[in-house]
Antibody, heavy 117, light 111 residues
Framework: EVQLVESGGGLVKPGGSLKLSCAAS????????MTWVRQAPGKGLEWVGRIKTTRDGGTTDYAAFVKGRFSISRDDSKNMLYLQMNSLKTEDTAVYFC????????WGHGTLVSVSS | QTVVTQEPSLTVSPGGTVTLTCASS?????????PNWFQQKPGQAPRALIYDTDNKHSWTPVRFSGSLLGGKAALTLSGVLPEDEADYYCLLYYADTRTRVFGGGTELTVL
């Protein structure tokens, strides 16, 4: 059974940083592109970015609103996906989901990030 | 900035049929946008329903189908059940930027 478990969310001040983690199990993590998506309270889904497999170069692509503030990485030896978020803004407040595949075949339950002074 | 547009809300009667659509501000949606569809119920994570326009996951109920319709991606629910009441989101791939964009979502009411 595919399982994705996000962690690392919490309350952070504007301008601060936070690193989210996503623990993956139940599938060949090293063979999977992985994606981050967020959802602000009461709002729709927003694609954040994606990382390809290491074999495909580990290339990352991001939504325009990220503007160099966020960085996705992976550790295939630990089946872990990460989202480093810097220069956080109040509008980054959201539940952050990790997903398996570019097409998000499976989703985690999400972790809440609150950016507030 | 690319915008993906869905109907904000739709209402369907139990047992009825409803089609949700997904349009791109860049022009007609084709198979090259690899449309995906997701269902999200309150308090839950989204669940994938359709990938690459019209392919179902192993868990996708038969009553859900994906297609291209009039320059848009479409999700059709046939024989709607009360449990289908949820928010539905489409996701499109943009090859020029190698990014994906979600539609704003459709709130489907079964009444």
């Amino acid at each position: 059974e595919v399982q994705l478990v996000e962690s690392g969310g919490g309350l952070v001040k504007p301008g601060g940083s936070l690193k989210l983690s996503c623990a993956a199990s139940g599938f060949a993590f090293s063979d999977a592109w992985m994606t981050w998506v967020r959802q602000a309270p009461g709002k729709g889904l927003e694609w954040v970015g994606r990382i390809k497999t290491t074999r495909d170069g580990g290339t990352t692509d991001y939504a325009a609103f990220v503007k160099g503030r966020f960085s996705i990485s992976r550790d295939d030896s630990k089946n872990m996906l990460y989202l480093q978020m810097n220069s956080l803004k109040t509008e980054d407040t959201a539940v952050y989901f990790c997903g398996e595949g570019g097409g998000l075949n499976h989703w985690g339950h999400g972790t809440l990030v609150s950016v507030s002074s | 900035q690319t915008v993906v547009t869905q109907e904000p809300s739709l209402t369907v009667s139990p047992g009825g049929t409803v089609t949700l659509t997904c349009a791109s501000s860049t022009g007609p949606v084709t198979s090259g946008y690899y449309p995906n569809w997701f269902q999200q119920k309150p308090g839950q994570a989204p669940r994938a329903l359709i990938y690459d326009t019209d392919n179902k996951h192993s868990w996708t109920p038969v009553r859900f189908s994906g297609s291209l319709l009039g320059g848009k991606a479409a999700l059709t629910l046939s024989g709607v059940l009360p449990e289908d009441e949820a928010d539905y989101y489409c996701l499109l791939y943009y090859a020029d930027t190698r990014t994906r964009v979600f539609g704003g979502g459709t709130e489907l009411t079964v009444l």
